[in-house]
């Protein structure tokens, strides 16, 4: 193909073809729009290499107390320092109020709240653990301590501080294994997921989730919601990745299997901790999303109108992501006013989730270009709020 050519099978400019070719690098939408043109794997193009160097920013200081709590140092002895304990004697319930109440800000999204409280949490919870060190004291202290870092784990990945989210996500997955809590262990894996998809690690993500996938895959006519809920999810995620890895007939596949375990529970039920829904609707809010990686914006829109009514809801995060997948379908179907007003709800509603989210400035961007002589004024406001010059 000519470069011309390849511009207009993938969508791109021809300027976006001619940049790559002299060796530049893009958006990793950019390169998933390339791989369906060219009928190669999205991870195809991204070859390994140094990163530039860029000037160290304050945000790395601002999460110097959050690593020090979640990834410390370790001395010549072998321990971690996790610094001085409790002033007073360890209280297990105490704890399980304080993770609930942290898990209640990490819902409203009150990040700078977290950024204060997750730190002092998180040490508090390693030393409850090394204050009970047998019986059923040191089972829920370790679920406590899995718990407490599965939520600092999602808390960075909202943040997009990933690498510290995956340290936080394997100390709450070797806990849960320590105890045996299948359930705690896949949600961790599942959001392990979620951080390796937001890195671009989209093989590594399919391939970890069905292979745990088949390790808890529960038996139906007897399985318990929880283990319902953690092997359904770990199913959607790797469905996610394969649909960003240009591979969206297994994409379907997977989503197809979730199906079963959200009919069989058949209405929406929390996880072991209470912090991610699963059931029918997130098993059907994922279909339109893959269909809007594969260039069907026209069927996302009939599978996102079609989504089961009156079975209860999914979290947050994951209704505003689906609500943002419209937003994308209505822009590529020439409705950039419905886009625009999908996304100034969104911004009205829970403004600090969305400013984390590059897919929101990815679609905002979209948004300039379909009318870059006459943005409408939400679209500029939009374009202010979320940091992208028209």
């Known amino acids: ?64 107390d959050m690593r020090s709590a979640i990834n410390p140092p370790v001395g ?21 109020a304080a993770v609930s109440a942290v898990a209640a800000k990490y819902h409203a999204d009150a990040y700078d709240d977290l950024a204060v409280l997750m730190p002092a949490l998180v040490r508090s919870a390693h030393h409850h653990v090394d204050a009970h060190d047998a019986g059923d004291e040191h089972r829920e202290a370790l679920r406590l301590r899995a718990d407490v870092t599965g939520l600092a784990g999602r808390y960075l990945i909202q943040i997009r501080a990933h690498d510290l989210a995956l340290i936080s ?6 806990d849960a294994l320590e105890i045996g809590h299948t359930p705690l262990a896949a949600s961790a894996v599942s959001a392990q997921a979620w951080a390796m998809l937001r890195q671009g690690r989209l093989a590594e993500v399919e391939r970890l989730c069905v292979d745990t996938a088949d390790q808890a895959e529960p038996k139906m006519s007897d399985a318990t919601a929880d283990e319902l809920s953690g092997w359904g999810y770990l199913l959607l995620r790797a469905a996610a990745a394969a649909a960003r890895n240009n591979r969206p007939k297994e994409a ?27 059931g029918p609707l997130t098993t059907a809010l994922l279909g339109p999303e893959i269909e809007v990686l594969d260039g069907h914006p026209d069927k996302a829109l009939e599978l996102a109108q079609n989504a089961p ?4 809801k ?9 609500r943002l997948v419209v937003a994308q ?6 409705d950039s006013g419905k886009a625009t007003e999908i996304m100034t709800t969104i911004r009205r509603e829970h403004p600090s989730w969305l400013r984390y989210q590059q897919y929101a400035r990815d679609i905002t961007r979209e948004l300039l270009d379909a009318r870059p002589r006459m943005p409408s004024q939400a679209t500029l406001d939009l374009a202010d709020f979320m940091g992208v010059e028209p």
Not at 77 to 92: E, F, I, M, S, V
Not at 309 to 312: E, F, L, T
Not at 314 to 322: I, K, L, Y
Request: charged share 25%; proline share 3%; glycine share 12%.
């Open 1 to 64: 193909m000519t470069q011309e050519e390849l511009a207009e099978r993938a969508g791109l400019s021809l300027a976006v073809i001619k940049k790559l070719e002299q060796g530049g690098t893009c958006r990793m939408e950019t390169y998933h729009q390339l791989a369906r043109a060219l009928g190669v794997t999205t991870v195809w193009f991204v070859a390994a290499s140094s990163p530039e160097p860029k000037e160290a920013a304050v945000d790395e200081m601002v999460l110097a």
């Open 76 to 96: 010549m002895g072998g321990k971690p320092l996790y610094g001085t304990a409790d002033a007073d004697q360890p209280d297990l319930g105490r704890l399980r």
């Open 169 to 174: 996500l394997h100390a709450s997955l070797r």
């Open 252 to 278: 379907r596949g997977y989503v197809n299997a979730a199906n079963a375990a959200g009919a069989r529970l058949g209405r929406q039920h929390g996880d072991c901790a209470g912090h991610v829904a699963f």
């Open 309 to 312: 009514r009156d079975v209860g």
């Open 314 to 322: 999914t979290n947050t995060s994951g209704w505003d992501r689906h």
């Open 329 to 334: 379908a209505k822009l590529q179907t020439g």
